[in-house]
């Protein structure tokens, strides 16, 4: 009798556990039940940021913007050069790949580092205006460490 219950209670549980699970993915995506979308990353990036620097509120109010445009033009020389990804996955997948497709690739990753690193100083020299050089290293240091959280969570493959 009391293995009947607990499978009883069991089977009502999963479906409850899946419904919490959307139910959690719904409200933190805007309802969408979707991946977070590029502006909610790109506000939980600045909040950490600001969070990182302690900048004061008027001094935030000038940061943000700029730092916004900065990870907008980022998104976009990144989605320049995302043809490597489906290459990378072929080739992880043991698939044989021409070599011009490879050289290509990695040709076009070099150029995304010197395009990555130009951009970088661009918006380095604009926002040397409004925050101290200690904030600056504050702020390579908080996108570092950004960096490293985004990557040990947890990857959903095929969604």
Do not use: W
């Amino acid at each position: 009798m009391k293995r009947l219950v607990l499978i009883f209670v069991l089977i009502l549980m999963v479906p409850l556990a899946v419904m919490a699970q959307n139910d959690r993915r719904n409200a933190d995506n805007g309802g969408n039940g979707q991946r977070p979308s590029f502006e909610s990353f790109m506000r939980t990036k600045c909040d950490m940021v600001v969070s990182e620097l302690g900048l004061s509120q008027q001094d935030s109010s000038r940061f943000i913007p700029i730092y916004q445009e900065l990870l907008k033009e980022k998104d976009e020389l990144y989605k320049k050069y995302s043809g490597g990804r489906r290459i990378r996955l072929q080739v992880e997948m043991g698939e044989t790949v021409p070599d011009t497709t490879l050289m290509r690739v990695i040709y076009n990753n070099s150029l995304l580092q010197v395009e990555d690193a130009q951009l970088e100083h661009r918006y380095l020299l604009r926002l040397s205006g409004i925050l101290t050089p200690m904030q600056l290293y504050k702020l390579q240091n908080a996108e570092q460490k950004f960096r490293t959280s985004i990557m040990r969570r947890p990857q959903k493959r095929g969604k």
